[in-house]
């Protein structure tokens, strides 16, 4: 049984920062990619970032390039998204995502439909 969990989510101030944490179990295979994505309301999920194990490459959405950073644990079973400068538009629920299979991997913004794996979400809100 695959499993994602997040955790790290919470409040900030505009500027601030947070990390939040993802941790996989099961018949993840974490040495391909993972991700993050998030969700605001009223609007669609939407990716955030990849760390690409395979190529030990790292991509960004450019709207939190500069500001945010996601990287892997050494056990491999953990990720984190550091977050700084946060901004308003920031606020949304933040989602850890696991492919099912190496083609399932993007150099670049992964498509949602393209997601095999995901956390139940841990909520990120920003105030002005």
């Known amino acids: 049984q695959v499993q994602l969990m997040e955790s790290g989510g919470g409040s900030a101030q505009a500027g601030g920062s947070l990390q939040l944490s993802c941790t996989s179990s099961g018949h993840v295979n974490s040495e391909w990619c993972m991700g993050w994505f998030r969700q605001a309301p009223g609007k669609e999920r939407e990716w955030v970032a990849t760390f690409y194990t395979d190529r030990g490459a790292t991509y960004y959405a450019e709207s939190v390039t500069g500001r945010f950073t996601i990287s892997r644990g050494a056990g491999r079973s953990t990720m984190s998204l550091q977050m700084n400068n946060l901004k308003p538009e920031d606020t949304a629920l933040y989602y850890c995502?696991?492919?099912?299979?190496?083609?399932?991997?993007?150099?670049?913004?992964?498509?949602?439909?393209?997601?095999?794996?995901w956390g139940q979400g841990t909520q990120v809100s920003v105030s002005s």
């Open positions: 995502a696991a492919p099912q299979s190496r083609k399932s991997c993007y150099a670049g913004p992964w498509p949602v439909r393209r997601v095999g794996y």
